[in-house]
């Protein structure tokens, strides 16, 4: 059955309200004295994460939170950085710290991840987040699964009791998000499974989802026939595929075979404008939680 009208779950739209709703909440803060920090931890000079902190870093100014840029030079040791990290978690103008990835080679990913304080870890990429989000506590949520899962409530889109298949296992996607939709709330309840490059008859399973997310890394790779007749699909994947006929020579496609696959599923993100654009904007809302002692699953209420 070919669904004759496909949904498209608009991720530019949903990011522009709830960024209203931050700023909103910003300028609450603002009225009591607090301006809200995310310091920004760029090491060495890669363009791609260059570019990815300052399209941060205007989202931020944006919408009135004080980005705080740190940029060190490529070789600086270890400890060296730790010691900056150590600075920003002390400052009290700084409430959310990220140190974008990937990171120079000679440094210890995991030791970083520590050294930011849970408290300021917006990124939701700490031990005692991931724990505290197993253990069903607040916390702060990563990003992009928190992104997903904001993208199915503004769509009205309950996950409870429903099938949700993940394919991809990633600590950044794949394995929050399961975390994320089994818990034991309104806003969850969902029967998940995750699948991964040693599932076997991926297919079988992907077709009983009632809402399948894609965090893959292939371009297409969630081909019509792996999706049944009127599931929600969320295309977590941002991949670049060449393309001549583009002034910059490459175009943005997800992991999901979008034209084929929005022919029979009831909703669909589209690639790019889905997911992508609500990564950012969970980090704001971190942010600004983060200023208002907060965490994730707290309101961003008018109690500030
Ligand atoms: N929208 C956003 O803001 C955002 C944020 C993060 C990532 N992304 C995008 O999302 C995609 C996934 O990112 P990631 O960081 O989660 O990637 P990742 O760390 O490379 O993980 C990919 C996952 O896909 C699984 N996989 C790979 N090939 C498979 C196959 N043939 N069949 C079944 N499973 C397979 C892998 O299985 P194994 O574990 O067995 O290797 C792994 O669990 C990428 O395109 C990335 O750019 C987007």
């Given at each position: 059955m070919v669904q004759e009208t496909v949904h498209l779950l608009d991720g530019n739209s949903i990011s522009e309200r709830l960024r209203t709703?931050?700023?909103?909440?910003?300028?609450?803060?603002?009225?009591?004295?607090?301006?809200?920090?995310?310091?920004?931890?760029?090491?060495?000079?890669?363009?791609?994460?260059?570019?990815?902190?300052?399209?941060?870093?205007?989202?931020?100014?944006?919408?009135?939170?004080?980005?705080?840029?740190?940029?060190?030079?490529?070789?600086?040791?270890?400890?060296?950085?730790?010691?900056?990290?150590a600075a920003l978690n002390e400052r009290p103008d700084v409430h959310g710290v990220l140190v974008q990835q990937p990171l120079p080679r000679h440094i210890d990913v995991e030791a970083v991840v520590e050294a930011v304080s849970p408290e300021k870890d917006v990124d939701g990429f700490h031990p005692v987040n991931l724990g505290r989000m197993v253990r069903g506590r607040r916390c702060f949520l990563p990003c992009t699964p928190f992104g997903v899962q904001k993208i199915l409530e503004f769509a009205g889109i309950s996950v409870a009791g429903r099938h949700v298949v993940i394919v991809g296992r990633s600590l950044l996607v794949g394995k929050p998000l399961a975390t994320m939709l089994l818990e034991k709330s309104s806003t969850a309840n969902a029967t998940v499974t995750v699948c991964h490059s040693g599932t076997r008859e991926l297919g079988e399973i992907t077709r009983s989802?009632?809402?399948?997310?894609?965090?893959?890394?292939?371009?297409?790779?969630?081909?019509?026939?792996?999706?049944?007749?009127?599931?929600?699909?969320?295309?977590?994947?941002?991949?670049?595929?060449?393309?001549?006929?583009?002034?910059?020579?490459?175009?943005?496609?997800?992991?999901v075979d979008f034209a084929a696959?929005?022919?029979?599923?009831?909703?669909?993100?589209?690639?790019?404008?889905?997911?992508?654009?609500?990564?950012?904007?969970?980090?704001?809302?971190?942010?600004?939680?983060?200023?208002?002692?907060?965490?994730?699953?707290d309101a961003l209420g008018d109690d500030a």
């Open positions: 709703d931050i700023g909103a909440a910003v300028l609450r803060l603002k009225n009591t004295g607090i301006v809200p920090g995310l310091a920004t931890v760029l090491v060495g000079d890669n363009p791609a994460s260059a570019s990815y902190i300052r399209s941060k870093q205007r989202a931020c100014a944006d919408l009135g939170i004080n980005p705080v840029d740190v940029t060190l030079p490529a070789d600086i040791a270890q400890s060296a950085l730790l010691d900056e990290l989802a009632d809402i399948l997310v894609a965090a893959i890394g292939q371009p297409g790779f969630i081909s019509a026939d792996m999706v049944c007749d009127g599931a929600v699909v969320v295309d977590v994947g941002i991949n670049r595929v060449d393309d001549s006929s583009r002034k910059r020579g490459y175009r943005i496609v997800g992991d696959v929005s022919e029979r599923c009831s909703a669909i993100t589209p690639v790019p404008g889905g997911v992508g654009p609500m990564t950012v904007t969970m980090l704001l809302y971190n942010t600004v939680q983060s200023a208002r002692g907060m965490r994730s699953q």
